[in-house]
């Protein structure tokens, strides 16, 4: 016997002029029980289980909306189609208020009434059976495009492909591609990773090259400005694009949502990635030029990016701009840092141009790999995109923004780098000296596995600081993280499934780079 497609309670006191169209639903796979008022109606519901109400407003005795809110009483979540004769909006929308689904005005034909039946109830089959044969043919053309020639702008449409794919299997749990789409972005990593040793050398004083993060102020705000905007740049530390995609619907009514995407620099870490946003150079040449900050962060990596706001003016003043008068710059560590500022709205919005650095994400990451606790709310990639987008639908940053966007200003929203888990272990050889980070690590005379690492030799030609004779650094591709021989077991065991940055992925590569204003603003 073949399934029912659903059980479709139909409502109406003229149910026998219906029988034509009830035989339609029959016929496409639906069992439809008709009755023919209010009260049969909810006691039937008391005592069975429907998957849809179809509902006539106009009935004898208990009326259409009387039983919409006695059937909601007893099944909250039961699906209604309001089915009427009126065209009054003050019906519509009493009705709308009451949660029904639909909305119909007779006369209906058997078609409207089985379009709205497939929305409602077969929705999530079609989208599976849709995302099934789209993604199908996708992996066949992400695969073709890995055997040939990438480009950079070729690399950004595959990571965005692969996150909108992982976004929509978020919603399609029960569909079986999951493990089929981690292996193929597995597989994509280790071709960028290819891609990335071959060409990153060459972007660094070549024209043709994508955008870095060295050219987000030059080619972003400084423009900006220069247009007579008033620039709010926030920079969300360790924002991936995944995580972007999943926010990026909660703006699109209040918001005119231009996303591009750029690449950050190596390593993929805050010390170097945030300070070549800001200073508009590579790290390399942010130690020549400020020796003495670079110097302090050798004991101290955090004390790299203290200065955030004065390599800003000093890259803007480069450009042409003289903002010291008409700046802000806030870090944000919490809540309690975000309200602050929401309370001083006024003056944080003041000037030509406002920086804010949001660390809720980085810290995010961190906090999940030293607490079991976190480690279980937050298991999988799912659950840390979803993590992410509860933060930012009721953090204060998003009344920030739209206070921004409303007093006339563009926003320019981005990251400095993202992350990656890091899942399986890659064994390195170095001296007491050596940097601690995960998927990075520069010193003397470092030593890995060219097939899980990128070693950088001539650390200039990669846009990164000499240091002593011999300094070389070690970048983990793929999802490698790098541990020592000592105790290797031990730590990788301890570090296993940790979200980590410094390396080269798509993931902590390529970003979002976001441009927001009023849908009113020109």
Same mark, same amino acid.
């Given at each position: 016997?073949?399934?029912?497609?659903?059980?479709?309670?139909?409502?109406?006191?003229? $149910?026998?002029?219906?029988?034509?169209?009830?035989?339609?639903?029959?016929?496409?796979?639906?069992?439809?029980?008709?009755?023919?008022?209010?009260?049969?109606?909810?006691?039937?519901?008391?005592?069975?289980?429907?998957?849809?109400?179809?509902?006539?407003?106009?009935?004898?005795?208990?009326?259409?909306?009387?039983?919409?809110?006695?059937?909601?009483?007893?099944?909250?979540?039961?699906?209604?189609?309001?089915?009427?004769?009126?065209?009054?909006?003050?019906?519509?929308?009493?009705?709308?208020?009451?949660?029904?689904?639909?909305?119909?005005?007779?006369?209906?034909?058997?078609?409207?009434?089985?379009?709205?039946?497939?929305?409602?109830?077969?929705?999530?089959?079609?989208?599976?059976?849709?995302?099934?044969?789209?993604?199908?043919?996708?992996?066949?053309?992400?695969?073709?495009?890995?055997?040939?020639?990438?480009?950079?702008?070729?690399?950004?449409?595959?990571?965005?492909?692969?996150?909108?794919?992982?976004?929509?299997?978020?919603?399609?749990?029960?569909?079986?591609?999951?493990?089929?789409?981690?292996?193929?972005?597995?597989?994509?990593?280790?071709?960028?990773?290819?891609?990335?040793?071959?060409?990153?050398?060459?972007?660094?004083?070549?024209?043709?090259?994508?955008?870095?993060?060295?050219?987000?102020?030059?080619?972003?705000?400084?423009?900006?400005?220069?247009?007579?905007?008033?620039?709010?740049?926030?920079?969300?530390?360790?924002?991936?694009?995944?995580?972007?995609?999943?926010?990026?619907?909660?703006?699109?009514?209040?918001?005119?949502?231009?996303?591009?995407?750029?690449?950050? $620099?190596?390593?993929?870490?805050?010390?170097?990635?945030?300070?070549?946003?800001?200073?508009?150079?590579?790290?390399?040449? $942010?130690?020549?030029?400020?020796?003495?900050?670079?110097?302090?962060?050798?004991?101290?990596?955090?004390?790299?990016?203290?200065?955030?706001?004065?390599?800003?003016?000093?890259?803007?003043?480069?450009?042409?701009?003289?903002?010291?008068?008409?700046?802000?710059?806030?870090?944000?560590?919490?809540?309690?840092?975000?309200?602050?500022?929401?309370?001083?709205?006024?003056?944080?919005?003041?000037?030509?141009?406002?920086?804010?650095?949001?660390?809720?994400?980085?810290?995010?990451?961190?906090?999940?790999?030293?607490?079991?606790?976190?480690?279980?709310?937050?298991?999988?990639?799912?659950?840390?995109?979803?993590?992410?987008?509860?933060?930012?639908?009721?953090?204060?940053?998003?009344?920030?923004?739209?206070?921004?966007?409303?007093?006339?200003?563009?926003?320019?929203?981005?990251?400095?780098?993202?992350?990656?888990?890091?899942?399986?272990?890659?064994?390195?050889?170095?001296?007491?000296?050596?940097?601690?980070?995960?998927?990075?690590?520069?010193?003397?005379?470092?030593?890995?596995?060219?097939?899980?690492?990128?070693?950088?030799?001539?650390?200039?030609?990669?846009?990164?600081?000499?240091?002593?004779?011999?300094?070389?650094?070690?970048?983990?591709?793929?999802?490698?993280?790098?541990?020592?021989?000592?105790?290797?077991?031990?730590?990788?065991?301890?570090?296993?499934?940790?979200?980590?940055?410094?390396?080269?992925?798509?993931?902590?590569?390529?970003?979002?780079?976001?441009?927001?204003?009023?849908?009113?603003?020109?």
């Amino acid at each position: 016997m073949k399934r029912s497609k659903g059980h479709i309670l139909w409502v109406d006191d003229e $149910i026998d002029h219906l029988k034509s169209h009830i035989l339609f639903l029959e016929e496409r796979g639906y069992k439809v029980t008709p009755v023919t008022n209010g009260e049969d109606a909810v006691n039937l519901v008391q005592k069975n289980r429907y998957d849809l109400i179809l509902l006539d407003e106009m009935l004898t005795g208990m009326d259409g909306l009387q039983a919409l809110s006695s059937i909601h009483e007893v099944k909250p979540m039961l699906p209604v189609i309001m089915i009427t004769k009126s065209e009054e909006e003050n019906l519509m929308e009493e009705a709308i208020g009451q949660s029904i689904e639909d909305y119909l005005t007779k006369p209906v034909n058997p078609s409207q009434i089985l379009s709205s039946c497939k929305r409602i109830l077969e929705k999530r089959r079609i989208s599976r059976e849709k995302l099934t044969r789209e993604y199908t043919m996708e992996f066949g053309e992400i695969a073709s495009l890995l055997e040939i020639e990438a480009t950079p702008s070729t690399w950004i449409d595959i990571h965005l492909k692969l996150s909108e794919r992982e976004l929509e299997l978020d919603n399609h749990p029960d569909i079986g591609l999951h493990q089929t789409l981690h292996d193929q972005r597995k597989e994509c990593n280790h071709a960028f990773g290819r891609f990335i040793e071959k060409n990153y050398a060459q972007w660094i004083n070549g024209l043709n090259r994508p955008v870095l993060s060295v050219d987000i102020v030059r080619h972003v705000i400084a423009p900006s400005i220069n247009s007579g905007y008033r620039v709010l740049f926030v920079v969300i530390d360790n924002l991936r694009m995944d995580q972007w995609l999943t926010i990026e619907p909660l703006l699109h009514a209040d918001y005119s949502v231009d996303r591009k995407a750029y690449y950050s $620099i190596l390593p993929t870490a805050t010390p170097f990635s945030r300070n070549a946003l800001f200073a508009g150079m590579f790290p390399g040449d $942010i130690a020549g030029k400020y020796p003495e900050l670079w110097k302090k962060g050798e004991e101290d990596e955090t004390s790299r990016n203290r200065h955030e706001a004065m390599l800003l003016l000093d890259q803007l003043a480069h450009i042409g701009l003289d903002l010291k008068s008409e700046f802000r710059y806030e870090k944000v560590f919490d809540s309690e840092d975000a309200g602050r500022l929401v309370n001083h709205m006024n003056g944080l919005l003041s000037g030509t141009l406002t920086a804010l650095v949001i660390n809720f994400v980085d810290i995010l990451a961190h906090q999940r790999n030293e607490s079991r606790i976190l480690k279980q709310i937050v298991p999988d990639e799912s659950a840390y995109r979803a993590m992410t987008r509860n933060w930012f639908e009721r953090s204060p940053l998003l009344q920030i923004l739209r206070t921004a966007v409303k007093s006339g200003h563009r926003v320019v929203l981005t990251s400095d780098h993202g992350s990656i888990k890091a899942s399986r272990g890659a064994m390195v050889y170095a001296d007491r000296e050596t940097s601690t980070n995960l998927r990075y690590k520069y010193g003397k005379g470092i030593r890995g596995d060219d097939k899980q690492v990128m070693n950088i030799k001539d650390p200039p030609k990669c846009g990164l600081p000499a240091g002593p004779l011999s300094t070389n650094y070690l970048l983990a591709k793929e999802d490698y993280y790098l541990v020592y021989p000592t105790n290797y077991h031990r730590y990788l065991s301890l570090y296993k499934d940790s979200y980590q940055h410094g390396g080269i992925s798509l993931q902590e590569m390529i970003l979002p780079l976001i441009i927001m204003e009023g849908h009113e603003n020109p």
